[in-house]
């Protein structure tokens, strides 16, 4: 199933036990996942599905240098990119809950309730995972990333498609500027015998870990369910994203802010790096965003009767949504606490 031809539910059919689709019930900035933030930004997130564990892409590394003119009588010439065979693997992901049947059992409708609340309880901590993993994979940033999933963009990322902004001390964040295609750019990738909603509950006994006074093994009536999936991301060009490291957001929520800290001309001198193409989407977090927004702001100067200058601020309001016509999302998973990032020269 091509992502080309498939919307996000088409392949996350996160559903409750009473069967309604819950996916829009998640409340955390999850774009890179999601496709939108919480503040009405929308970004072009792409998905496939594979037959199997593994996906083996093509990684674009050059396009060819072609003539594509003849002349009558005389054919066209041969060339090629320059492709190196990647594989990319899909983890294995999943939740479940357990519940005391009492809680379910004494007020019918009250318990059909609880188990929705459960099920979004646990949709919403999978996608916030997912969401994490995309960019840090396996590298631990902030205690919340995991070892056992895939590999995330802060790895990926070409080193020659990254731009130091050249911010200094412990609050530093990060932009991801991605080209989400499933053909030469980032996908998420989904082993398609997963499935994302959760299996019928069943009654069970499981043992409680305290004893009766007998030293005897008590047991608990609960109500369990579960849902399991295979998901994964694909990094199909050197092109396909590129990364702004050192942003300083120590100034990001004072009245007076860095104005030099994030600026547009930073981002178009990250996207410059694209040899071909440019990113379809901008990702960072609220914090990168104010100070891109305190970048923007216009300082008016206007005499005083005195003689003097009086310096009247006015600026954006809100975060920005777009640069050059890119979509800006904005994320939680990101921190606004990241080592600084030494960049090779």
Not at 138 to 162: A, E, H, R, T
Not at 265 to 279: L, N, Q, R, S, V
Request: hydrophobic share 40%; charged share 20%.
């Amino acid at each position: 199933m091509s992502a080309l031809n498939t919307t996000l539910l088409d392949v996350l059919k996160f559903k409750g036990n009473d069967g309604r689709e819950i996916i829009n019930e998640v409340i955390k900035n999850n774009p890179a996942f999601t496709g939108n933030d919480t503040m009405g930004h929308s970004i072009p997130v792409a998905f496939d599905t594979i037959s199997k564990d593994k996906f083996k892409g093509k990684y674009r590394i050059g396009n060819p240098d072609i003539d594509p003119f003849r002349i009558i009588n005389r054919g066209f010439g041969t060339s090629q990119g320059a492709y190196e065979d990647r594989e990319f693997s899909v983890a294995t992901a999943g939740q479940f809950y357990r519940v005391d049947q009492a809680l379910v059992k004494r007020d019918a409708e009250a318990g059909a309730k609880y188990l929705t609340a459960r099920c979004i309880d646990q949709v919403e901590a999978t996608v916030n995972a997912m969401e994490r993993q995309f960019f840090y994979g396996g590298q631990k940033q902030n205690g919340k990333s995991s070892k056992n999933g895939f590999q995330g963009l802060q790895m990926l990322v070409d080193p020659n498609m990254v731009h130091d902004a050249k911010g200094q001390g412990a609050k530093l964040a990060s932009m991801y500027l991605v080209y989400f295609n499933n053909r030469n750019g980032v996908t998420w990738i989904f082993g398609e015998n997963g499935t994302m909603e959760f299996s019928e509950p069943k009654e069970i006994l499981v043992d409680d870990p305290e004893r009766d006074p007998n030293g005897d093994i008590r047991q608990i009536p609960v109500i369990q369910a579960h849902f399991e999936f295979y998901p994964g991301v694909a990094y199909l060009s050197r092109y396909a994203a590129g990364r702004i490291v050192n942003i300083d957001v120590s100034t990001a929520f004072e009245t007076k802010k860095n104005r030099e800290a994030l600026t547009d001309e930073m981002i178009a001198t990250a996207i410059a790096k694209w040899p071909y193409g440019a990113p379809n989407a901008i990702i960072t977090t609220k914090a990168a965003g104010m100070m891109l927004a305190a970048s923007r702001t216009v300082t008016t100067l206007l005499g005083a009767n005195n003689g003097g200058d009086v310096t009247v601020q006015s600026g954006y309001a809100v975060l920005p949504s777009e640069h050059n016509g890119i979509p800006i999302a904005y994320t939680d998973a990101l921190v606004n606490e990241e080592k600084r990032v030494v960049i090779s020269t």
